[in-house]
């Protein structure tokens, strides 16, 4: 995430570094507002996922995204970040040599999911448009690019219809 972010690839308003404490948790969530998304920072698949609405609920939940996460990767560090209620899920395939020259392969739609786990993907994602494929696909090469990123890789985005802003989700090399 602080590396996006100094990339200039937009980030979702949430931590930048894992966190272990959910009072912690409670201080950013007051911040950024709920709802928010406790995730796991060791690894993804909808494990130690959880959507927190109300502060009441952030302390229960935050300890079993916790255990989750540890049970599946040996690692309860966890993000907190906004929730968007109705984002979509925007990704671009990237390739990039050891000249820092990236290029990309067009987007994919992957919104269609059962458990944070994708179910199909749609290409080209009929929900954005021309403008905003463009701002998404030089986000993602700059993104691979503040890193020298080598290979083929996946950069992922949320993408949020009724703002058209979109945010940087993860990288998959």
Known sequence: RRIMERAGVPVLSGTSAGITDAKEAQAVAAQIGFPVLIKAAGGGGGRG???????DDLAALFA???????NAFGNGTLYVEKYLERARH??????ADQHRNVIHL???ECSLQRHHQKVLEESPSPVID???RSRLREAAIAGAASI????????EFLYD???REFFFLEMNT
């Open 148 to 155: 020298n990123y080598r290979g083929a890789g996946t950069m």
């Open 130 to 132: 021309d403008e905003t």
């Open 161 to 163: 219809q009724t703002t």
């Open 64 to 70: 079993v995204a916790q255990e989750e996460a540890e």
């Open 106 to 108: 067009g987007e994919r």
């Open 90 to 95: 925007i990704e671009f395939q990237i390739v």
């Open 49 to 55: 996922l959880r959507i927190v609405h109300k502060s």
